[in-house]
């Protein structure tokens, strides 16, 4: 035992103590310190390195050195950042049975169409993974399966004969021979992780990584997982609903505000090249408290129905529920209208929904909202063709928001003829689109405008 000794690590911080404790002193998490066995210089066995690296300048580096290639997935390419770049290790987290494993499938067979694909698996068996490629209607020579724990293993398959992509599902499930400590510990996490991108780096080879997350949504393991990466991808979505978000936390090589969007089906998850036109196409007509929301994602415009329901309360408590809308953020709202409008929620329940499951989380979607509430509280539907957008202040004013054009073309293009806008965005559209732009500045403008309700307390519509 002169080579070893015995140390706890932390499973949430990674903290080390010589000692065991029933609480880490570091994150205060409970029972969360692990006995390991630290062998002495085995940092020094684990060297990877093939060559001695120089310093280059940055005039000598050229500028396609590092090409991108499509995925054959547009979205996965719009998050991306436009393509796979070589050599990047990849990220994808999300919560159990949201479609993780088969997403990844689905993208590895079509990337298997320009070279071998690596897919391996520490958590199925090759007939299992046979077994879902068959339900999705996958078939390629150049996609091969690897059931294997052992990142020894996955590292000396990858020098035999490097492939175009690897994909490691999960990185939990992933153990090194140096290291003697259970599959999915902090260091073996660490450690299998940087000899990856290590491996990626010097090879070329992209590396797709599927991530456990915790019951807080975190990603499970250390936070050095998320920082050896260069692409953190997030898998969104409710589980009751068929659409699935698949956004970008961090990228190296792009824009962290995309989001691609897919619908689970029988055979898998298939793309959503116009996700508006379905989340609109069940759209109720002439009902109070129904909205057309416009919200950007990167740069793309999605257009969302967005409902409130304002109802007299039974409770004591009346209840304020949302979901897709930060409730905080109803709760201002609610507070503006009652203060700057003469609105009395007091004794009202308040409920908003996001329909088709999408999340709301910039503020452009104020407007909509408290449109949203006016119509159900006054008990007056809004115009089918109409849609709204732009940020509401404390003191009641409407606020300009960005990609305004972009938005009223998205709008356009489904058939929504007139938009209720900030005025200072709507003094930058052209003047064609003057008569079907409603420029307002404050909530005030908004209830004489679209309601007709003048300058007086509203009363209660509909008792």
């Known amino acids: 035992m002169s080579d070893h000794k015995l140390i706890y690590r932390c499973q949430q911080c990674g903290h080390i103590s010589p000692k065991w404790m029933g609480k880490c002193p ?26 001695l690296s120089r310093p280059v300048s940055l005039e000598e580096i050229r500028a396609d050195s590092e090409p991108r290639f499509l995925t054959g997935t547009g979205e996965w390419d719009r998050v991306l950042g436009g393509g796979l770049t070589r050599g990047s290790i990849v990220l994808l987290a999300g919560d159990p049975g949201i479609g993780k494993s088969t997403l990844l499938l689905q993208a590895l067979s079509k990337m298997a169409a320009q070279g071998p694909v690596l897919y391996v698996s520490g958590e199925e068996s090759p007939q299992q993974l046979k077994s879902r490629a068959h339900r999705l209607g996958i078939s390629s020579r150049d996609l091969y ?28 499930t992933m153990h090194t021979r140096m290291l003697d400590v259970a599959p999915g510990s902090i260091s073996q996490v660490r450690e299998c992780a940087s000899r990856l991108m290590r491996a990626g780096k010097e090879t ?29 991808l997030y898998l969104e979505g409710d589980r009751t609903h068929a659409f699935r978000l698949l956004r970008a936390v961090k990228n190296r ?14 055979n898998g ?17 002439g009902v109070s408290g129904s909205v057309v929301a416009c919200s950007v994602e990167g740069t793309r415009p999605i257009l969302v129905e967005l409902q409130a329901l304002v109802s007299a309360t039974g409770w004591m408590q009346p209840r304020r529920t949302s979901m897709g809308v930060d409730t905080n953020r109803l709760s201002l709202l609610l507070a503006v209208l009652e203060k700057k409008l003469g609105f009395n929620f007091a004794q009202q329940d308040v409920f908003v929904n996001v329909a088709g499951g999408v999340r709301l989380v910039e503020p452009a979607a104020d407007l909509a909202l408290t449109t949203a509430l006016m119509s159900s509280y006054l008990d007056r539907p809004l115009p089918a063709d109409l849609v709204v957008w732009g940020e509401v202040g404390l003191a009641g004013e409407v606020r300009g928001v960005g990609h305004s054009a972009l938005r009223a073309a998205e709008a356009s293009k489904l058939g929504f003829s ?22 307002v500045r404050s909530l005030q403008e908004v209830l004489q405008v679209v309601f007709e309700q003048g300058s007086g307390a509203p009363e209660r519509g509909g008792r």
């Open 26 to 51: 570091e994150c205060e998490a409970w029972d969360s310190l692990v006995e390991e066995v630290a062998a002495k210089g085995h940092l020094k066995a684990a060297k990877i390195a093939r060559h």
């Open 145 to 172: 399966i690897f059931s294997e724990t052992s990142l020894e293993a996955v590292l000396e398959e990858m020098e035999k004969k490097p492939p175009l992509a690897v994909a490691v599902d999960s990185i939990q």
């Open 204 to 232: 070329g080879v992209s590396i797709f990584i599927i991530g456990h997350v915790t019951k807080e949504g975190a990603i499970a393991g250390p936070r050095a997982l998320e920082h050896l990466v260069d692409t953190v």
């Open 253 to 266: 090589f792009g824009s962290t505000n995309e989001v691609g969007v897919f619908e689970m089906k029988e």
């Open 269 to 285: 998850l298939e793309e959503v090249p116009n996700p508006s036109q379905l989340l609109l196409a069940e759209r109720p007509r």
């Open 418 to 439: 007139t938009c209720l806008t900030p005025r200072s965005n709507a003094e930058r559209f052209p003047h064609d689109m003057e008569g079907r732009c409603l420029g």
